[in-house]
C-alpha cells in the first residue's frame, strides 16, 4: 500500500515474480518530493515532478492499481478496508509503505497557518503564501503606502528548509525581481529558524558551517537555537523576537501515518519497530518500508527519513515476499549509504558522498545529476532539464501562477 518511493519500487520489483501485485494510494500519481520545494518556488510545474502510477506499471500484467484510502488493517482476516467501500481487499502478503505527514508537535492548530510540503497540493498552497505576499506588497505601493517586503519564516533547518530558504531567496533576488512589482527585494526577510545548534544536523560540522555561510550571504537569516513558541494568524513568536505579518512556512519534523499504529509496535513519531528483515513481529506475512517503517543499521541507530533508504526497503521488502513464496529464509536490511546532499540556492549545493565533502558549483553539478537520473520518466526528465535550463542559465523562471482558492481555505489553497 501506498505508491512512494518504497510503494513504487516494491511493486515494480515484483514484475517478474510468480505473483499478483495490487497497489493502493489515494492519489493517481507517484510525487518525486525531493524537488517539491521547487514547485512551491515555482521553478517547476506540478506536472514536472509527478507521473501516474499506472503509466509506471503499465507493462506489468499481473499487476493492478487501486485509486482509494486504506483506513484499517484486519492483520488476523489479512485484509485492508478501503474508506467509502464495503468489501475490504484481502492479501496473503502485505507490503506498507504508507509515509509520513509533517508534525507539529502538539500543535495541531498551527497547520492552516504554517503548511508544510508533503504534496503537491501542499507545494502549491505555499507557493500561493508566497506569491500573495507580493501581491499584497504591490497593493500596498498602488495604494499610496510603503513599498516594504514580506517576511517569509521557514521553521526547521534540515535539508528541506535549507533548501526551501535557498529557493525562496532566490525566486526574490531573481524571479520576482525581473517582474518589476515595485517592491524592493532587498526589503524582503527570509528567516530559517532551526531549533538545534547547526543546520543540517545529519551533515558534518564543515558542510553545515559552509550552508549557514552560503545562505547568509545570499541574504537568509539563519538562526539556531531558536524555536518556535506560537503561530498566530497575525505574528509568530520565533525565541525572543515576535515577526508581525510573517508568512510561516513549515519544514519541521515528521509524524507517520495513522496505520502503523494499527500493526503495534511504534516508536514515538509512530514509526513501525520492525524486525531486521523488515516485517513486523508476529505478523511475518506483513512488510513495512519507507518512512513508515522505523528500520536501524547493524549500529541500532534509526536510519533517516529519505527517498535513497525508502527506495532499497521497497526492493528488498519485495524480494522477501518473493523468498517467502519460495519457502526460503530472509535476510536482514542492509542500506547502501551512497550520500546525501542538499541544494543552497541557483548554483551551489553541498554534497556528502563517503568521506568525501563537496561545496558550491561542482556540489550543485552532482545534485543535479543525481536527482535527474532518479526522476521515474522520460518526460519528466526532460521537462525538468528545460525549465532548469531557462531558470538558471536563460534567467527565465518557472510559471508564477495564483490558482484559486478552495472552500474551505481562507488563506488559500489550491482548487482541486
Not at 526460503?328 to 546532499?341: C, K, L
Not at 565533502?357 to 525538468?384: C, D, E, K, S, Y
Request: glycine share 10%; proline share 6%.
Amino acid at each position: 500500500m501506498g505508491a512512494g518511493f518504497a510503494g513504487l519500487f516494491a511493486a515494480r520489483a515484483l514484475a517478474r515474480a510468480p505473483v499478483g501485485v495490487t497497489v493502493i494510494d489515494r492519489t493517481n500519481h507517484h510525487l518525486f518530493q525531493p524537488l517539491l520545494y521547487q514547485v512551491a518556488s515555482a521553478v517547476l510545474s506540478p506536472e514536472d515532478i509527478a507521473i501516474p502510477i499506472r503509466a509506471v506499471l503499465r507493462r506489468q500484467a499481473r499487476t493492478r492499481v487501486l485509486l482509494g484510502e486504506v483506513t484499517r488493517v484486519d492483520l488476523d482476516r489479512r485484509t485492508v478496508q478501503l474508506a467509502q467501500e464495503a468489501t475490504p481487499v484481502p492479501y496473503d502478503y502485505l507490503i506498507l509503505a504508507t509515509g509520513t505527514r509533517h508534525a507539529y508537535f502538539g500543535h495541531s492548530d498551527w497547520e492552516p497557518l504554517a503548511p508544510g510540503l508533503k504534496t503537491l497540493s501542499d507545494a502549491l498552497r505555499m507557493r500561493r503564501r508566497i506569491l500573495e505576499a507580493y501581491e499584497a506588497g504591490v497593493r500596498s505601493r498602488a495604494l499610496g503606502g510603503e513599498a516594504r517586503g514580506p517576511v517569509f519564516v521557514i521553521v526547521g533547518g534540515g535539508p528541506t528548509g535549507v533548501e526551501l530558504a535557498g529557493a525562496v531567496v532566490s525566486m526574490v533576488r531573481h524571479s520576482l525581481a525581473r517582474d518589476r512589482l515595485g517592491v524592493d527585494p532587498d526589503r524582503t526577510r527570509v528567516v530559517l529558524a532551526e531549533a538545534g545548534p547547526r543546520i543540517l544536523a545529519s551533515f558534518s560540522p564543515v558542510l553545515s558551517a559552509y550552508a549557514a555561510q552560503y545562505l547568509g550571504r545570499l541574504g537568509v537569516e539563519v538562526r539556531v537555537d531558536c524555536r518556535v513558541t506560537q503561530i498566530a494568524a497575525d505574528h509568530v513568536q520565533l525565541a525572543d523576537e515576535r515577526i508581525a505579518g510573517a508568512v510561516v512556512l513549515w519544514a519541521a519534523g515528521n509524524e507517520a501515518s495513522p496505520l502503523g499504529r494499527q500493526l503495534g509496535a511504534t516508536d514515538a513519531h509512530g514509526r513501525v519497530q520492525v524486525l531486521p528483515d523488515l516485517s513486523v513481529h508476529g505478523h511475518r506475512e506483513v512488510f513495512v518500508a519507507g518512512d513508515l517503517a522505523a528500520a536501524a543499521d547493524p549500529w541500532g541507530i534509526v536510519l533517516p527519513q529519505v527517498a535513497p533508504v525508502a527506495t532499497q526497503q521497497g526492493r528488498h521488502a519485495a524480494a522477501m515476499v518473493v523468498r517467502r513464496v519460495q519457502g526460503r529464509p530472509t535476510v536482514p536490511f542492509r542500506f547502501h549509504n551512497r550520500g546525501q546532499m542538499a541544494t543552497l540556492g541557483r548554483s551551489a549545493a553541498v554534497a556528502q558522498i563517503g568521506r568525501a565533502r563537496i561545496t558550491g558549483p561542482m556540489g550543485w553539478l552532482i545534485w543535479l545529476l543525481v536527482h535527474i537520473t532518479a526522476l521515474i520518466g522520460f518526460q519528466n526528465r526532460i521537462l525538468v532539464l528545460v525549465r532548469w535550463a531557462a531558470a538558471y542559465w536563460a534567467d527565465q523562471p518557472g510559471a508564477r501562477i495564483l490558482f484559486e482558492t478552495a472552500d474551505g481555505d481562507p488563506r488559500g489553497g489550491p482548487s482541486s
